[in-house]
């Protein structure tokens, strides 16, 4: 169980989109849609942004979108706002009742 | 609504053990999906190992498998994650989270509720 791979940092300016990628294998991102995405901010808990690969729970903006093609997931943030600087975990189902995190994506709103 | 509140700070030997509880209140705690997850300072989130309360089973990554105890107790609503042989790469802040649940349906592999966090630092 190698944790997912994920660029160490993005950066945009407000207004602008960016997307986050999320790599895996066959058996884990590639081979189940059930990935999910994290936002956390310095020093809190992570919020839940997205789950099964693209729904977004009840409150979360639509600014945030997820989706998957093969072993690579992908968050996108559109219209980027100062407050969405953070980072951000993509975690994927890796079978037999594991998870697996991605190495975490530090988001810059410049 | 459903909180969880974990114990407080712990600071341990290393070759020692650590017990972290969670306790959760606000819904049914046999409905719950317990996961451990934790994140040592400046690195990332990495998860431990869970339990469905109302099964008493609990599954683990394999990178803990044999150090780590996940158990729940129902008469108290509350789960614990035991660590044991630590060493001072296991110092971080421990997590419990809990599983997202829409107006209609539960999704196990997803968190909404977390813990506040236990710091738990291993040092000689």
């Known amino acids: 169980q190698s944790a997912l791979t994920q660029p160490a940092s993005v950066s945009g300016s407000p207004g602008q989109s960016i997307t986050i990628s999320c790599t895996g294998t066959s058996s884990d991102v590639g081979g189940y849609n059930y990935v999910s995405w994290y936002q956390q901010h310095p020093g809190k808990a992570p919020k839940l942004m997205i789950y099964?690969?693209?729904k977004r729970p009840s409150g979360v903006s639509n600014r945030f979108s997820g989706s998957k093609s093969g072993n690579t997931a992908s968050l996108t943030i559109s219209g980027l706002q100062a407050e969405d600087e953070a980072d951000y975990y993509c975690c994927s189902y890796a079978g037999s009742s594991t998870l697996v995190f991605g190495g975490g994506t530090k988001l810059t709103v410049l | 609504q459903v909180q969880l509140v974990q114990s407080g700070a712990e600071v341990k030997k290393p070759g020692s053990s650590v017990k972290v509880s969670c306790k959760a209140s606000g819904g049914t705690f046999s409905s719950y999906a317990i996961s451990w997850v934790r994140q040592a300072p400046g690195q990332g989130l990495e998860w431990m190992g869970g339990?469905?309360?109302?099964?008493?089973?609990?599954n683990y990554a394999q990178k803990f498998q044999g150090r780590v105890t996940i158990t729940a107790d129902e008469s108290t609503s509350t789960a614990y994650m035991e660590l044991s042989s630590l060493r001072s790469e296991d110092t971080a802040v421990y997590y419990c989270a809990n599983r997202y649940c829409s107006s209609t349906s539960c999704y196990t592999n997803a968190f909404d509720i977390w813990g506040q966090g236990t710091m738990v630092t291993v040092s000689s």
């Open positions: 339990i469905i309360p109302i099964f008493g089973t609990a």
């Open positions: 099964d690969v693209s």
